[in-house]
């Protein structure tokens, strides 16, 4: 398994809605020389979860990571981090599937059905960055308080930040 | 309160354990549903002392950052300062001399031992041995005074740099280490005697908080507690980063010692004690095979922060802490500081995990089923029982339970 035949297997099955594909490839020196593998793509939000199905059918038992995002102006990215072909000495190919939500209607749907674990980070993302996961079982909050305001998102840099709350001590 | 209050099967009570202050940046409170003497339903809550670390970092310098990381856990503090080196390093292609790597790894394994050992202390606590707890505690303290020979600091190390590393070992060093080393090998037996072969702990987590291979990799578990249910998931293998790729190790699992892998709280230990052994094993070979040459890629910082400043793009760092894997995403954007930065730690992923092994297991069994994964034990100092009896069950108490099952155990063991 190969970090390109990984890129090459989702363009095939999903064509225009995976964008912006790359492999990267970190070469690590030792006295054996290793890279770590990275595989990033851009997936049409519609795509996700039929993406992360693929996933779990091609590589069977993929680790999922965690969820990463951040406030892109117009949109909000997150990142899925996978890994697939652990157990394998040096083999490990962490996939990053990105998906981009405009501010209007953050919307993306849950993927907790597939993958169980994932139910902690889609909470945490509802939370700091504003965004509605569609079909979540439990849409509570999980990392704030109950007594931090409503629609404000620590994660996000426009007037739905947290800088008005923030504090300045220097 | 009266025992009867646990006796009554007629109906439901929801009891809560925590929170208070686990290490991790997350400190969780569990609310468990308790027919009877059995937990029927696992809820928790990760809300209350949530500090905004990777906020604070998106306003802080990469050199600057390096040091709030290693303040994310009390613990397992190197990981998260390398994770978030080997993000930055991997956005700016920075070389990492190879010197450097096998400090990284020396560093990494003497956390491992220290945080294995802790924990093992912590897990026999909990279940009543207190004198193992002391014996335990009493083998950690060789393996600090090694990081703070060899560091200055006994916790906090602060080693890390971006680029390598910021203190070398010198050969006049290796001898004291190379003692920790032995001095670990060989309490290995010893901490396998009292673990694994005693029956009184042995009936207390055989078959107790079990979590199957299916359940592990469908809560996304991760290090030891996802290799004790069989699954072979070891970054230090799997991506092989710093020095691993020329170390050759395995995957521990339990079925090395037993044969069998039951995934339960017995496994979990085995899995932590084999590492114990592994990681001196490890920093045995390192002090052999370490090259001479340079710690770091460049030693003046406003250099590195200057060369910093006008990179661009996204990095993962990831490695094997004690706990499992440690995952560090940065975004830089040509900045001083990271547009994004995300940290993950192993419990965030493990404290899934706890729904299916706390579900049907006895209250007494609380206590040593949540220190499984090895969560920071803080967040069991005091357990809160709601609903109809409207009484506190104290941190006290709920030891005293856990105690009191394993004095029934060794007197039935004794009837025997």
């Known amino acids: 398994m190969t970090p390109e035949s990984v890129l090459k297997s989702f363009k095939n099955k999903f064509g225009t809605k995976v964008r912006k594909g790359m492999v990267e490839k970190i070469p690590h020196k030792m006295k054996h020389t290793n890279h770590l593998k990275r595989v990033w793509f851009e997936v049409d939000r519609t795509a996700l979860k039929k993406a992360v199905r693929h996933l779990c059918k091609q590589y069977p038992d993929p680790h999922f990571s965690v969820c990463s995002g951040y406030d892109a102006g117009k949109n909000i990215v997150i990142n899925y981090h996978f890994t697939v072909n652990y157990a394998h000495r040096t083999g490990e190919i962490v996939l990053t599937m990105k998906v981009n939500l405009p501010k209007k209607d953050p919307v993306v749907d849950t993927i907790t059905g597939i993958i169980p674990g994932a139910l902690i980070t889609e909470r945490e993302m509802q939370e700091m960055l504003g965004v509605k996961i569609k079909g979540i079982p439990d849409s509570r909050r999980l990392f704030l308080d109950e007594t931090f305001p409503k629609g404000v998102f620590p994660w996000r840099n426009d007037e739905k930040g947290p800088e008005k709350l923030v504090r300045r001590t220097n | 309160m009266g025992k009867n209050t646990f006796g009554a099967c007629d109906t439901s009570y929801s009891i809560s354990i925590g929170p208070v202050h686990p290490a991790l940046k997350e400190p969780v409170k569990l609310?468990?549903?308790?027919?009877?003497?059995?937990?029927?339903?696992?809820?928790?809550?990760?809300?209350?002392?949530?500090?905004?670390?990777?906020?604070?970092?998106?306003?802080?310098?990469?050199?600057?950052?390096?040091?709030?990381?290693?303040?994310?856990?009390?613990?397992?503090?190197?990981?998260?300062?390398?994770?978030?080196?080997?993000?930055?390093?991997?956005?700016?292609?920075?070389?990492?001399?190879?010197?450097?790597?096998?400090?990284?790894?020396?560093?990494?394994?003497?956390?491992?031992?220290?945080?294995?050992?802790?924990?093992?202390?912590?897990?026999?606590?909990?279940?009543?041995?207190?004198?193992?707890?002391?014996?335990?505690?009493?083998?950690?303290?060789?393996?600090?005074?090694?990081?703070?020979?060899?560091?200055?600091?006994?916790?906090?190390?602060?080693?890390?740099?971006?680029?390598?590393?910021?203190?070398?070992?010198?050969?006049?060093?290796?001898?004291?280490?190379?003692?920790?080393?032995?001095?670990?090998?060989?309490?290995?037996?010893?901490?396998?005697?009292?673990?694994?072969?005693?029956?009184?702990?042995?009936?207390?987590?055989?078959?107790?908080?079990?979590?199957?291979?299916?359940?592990?990799?469908?809560?996304?578990?991760?290090?030891?507690?996802?290799?004790?249910?069989?699954?072979?998931?070891?970054?230090?293998?799997?991506?092989?980063?710093?020095?691993?790729?020329?170390?050759?190790?395995?995957?521990?699992?339990?079925?090395?010692?037993?044969?069998?892998?039951?995934?339960?709280?017995?496994?979990?230990?085995?899995?932590?004690?084999?590492?114990?052994?592994?990681?001196?094993?490890?920093?045995?070979?390192?002090?052999?095979?370490?090259?001479?040459?340079?710690?770091?890629?460049?030693?003046?910082?406003?250099?590195?922060?200057?060369?910093l400043r006008d990179v661009k793009g996204e990095g993962i760092g990831r490695l094997e802490a004690p706990r499992g894997e440690v995952f560090h995403y940065v975004k830089m954007v040509d900045e001083d500081s990271p547009y994004s930065w995300k940290v993950r730690a192993p419990t965030y992923n493990n404290i899934m995990a706890w729904i299916p092994m706390l579900m049907g297991e006895q209250i007494a069994d609380i206590p040593i089923i949540a220190a499984s994964i090895d969560p920071c034990m803080s967040c069991t100092n005091r357990a809160v029982v709601s609903g109809k009896s409207n009484s506190i069950l104290t941190q006290d108490m709920l030891h005293r339970l856990s105690v009191e099952k394993t004095k029934e155990i060794r007197r039935l063991l004794k009837n025997d």
Not at chain 2, 41 to 60: K, N, P
Not at chain 2, 170 to 176: D, E, L, M, N, R
């Open chain 2, 31 to 307: 609310n468990m549903s308790i027919e009877g003497e059995k937990v029927t339903g696992v809820d928790f809550e990760l809300s209350q002392v949530h500090r905004g670390i990777e906020w604070i970092g998106t306003r802080r310098n990469p050199i600057q950052i390096l040091f709030l990381a290693e303040r994310i856990c009390g613990i397992c503090n190197i990981c998260h300062s390398l994770a978030f080196s080997k993000a930055v390093e991997s956005i700016a292609q920075i070389e990492v001399p190879e010197r450097a790597g096998y400090i990284r790894t020396i560093m990494a394994e003497l956390e491992r031992i220290h945080s294995h050992v802790l924990w093992a202390g912590v897990a026999a606590h909990e279940l009543g041995f207190d004198s193992v707890l002391h014996y335990t505690w009493k083998l950690r303290e060789n393996v600090l005074d090694t990081i703070e020979y060899l560091t200055g600091n006994r916790i906090t190390k602060a080693i890390i740099t971006i680029g390598g590393v910021r203190r070398d070992i010198t050969k006049k060093q290796f001898p004291a280490v190379k003692k920790t080393v032995d001095y670990y090998v060989k309490s290995f037996d010893k901490l396998g005697k009292i673990f694994l072969k005693d029956p009184v702990i042995k009936s207390r987590t055989r078959d107790v908080g079990i979590l199957t291979k299916k359940e592990a990799l469908a809560t996304c578990a991760v290090g030891p507690t996802a290799r004790a249910s069989g699954v072979k998931k070891d970054v230090r293998i799997d991506e092989s980063y710093a020095a691993y790729p020329d170390l050759d190790i395995e995957i521990m699992t339990p079925d090395i010692i037993t044969g069998e892998i039951r995934g339960d709280v017995y496994d979990r230990v085995i899995a932590r004690l084999l590492e114990v052994k592994q990681s001196a094993e490890i920093i045995d070979k390192c002090l052999k095979q370490m090259p001479e040459g340079k710690i770091t890629y460049e030693e003046k910082i406003p250099k590195v922060l200057a060369g």
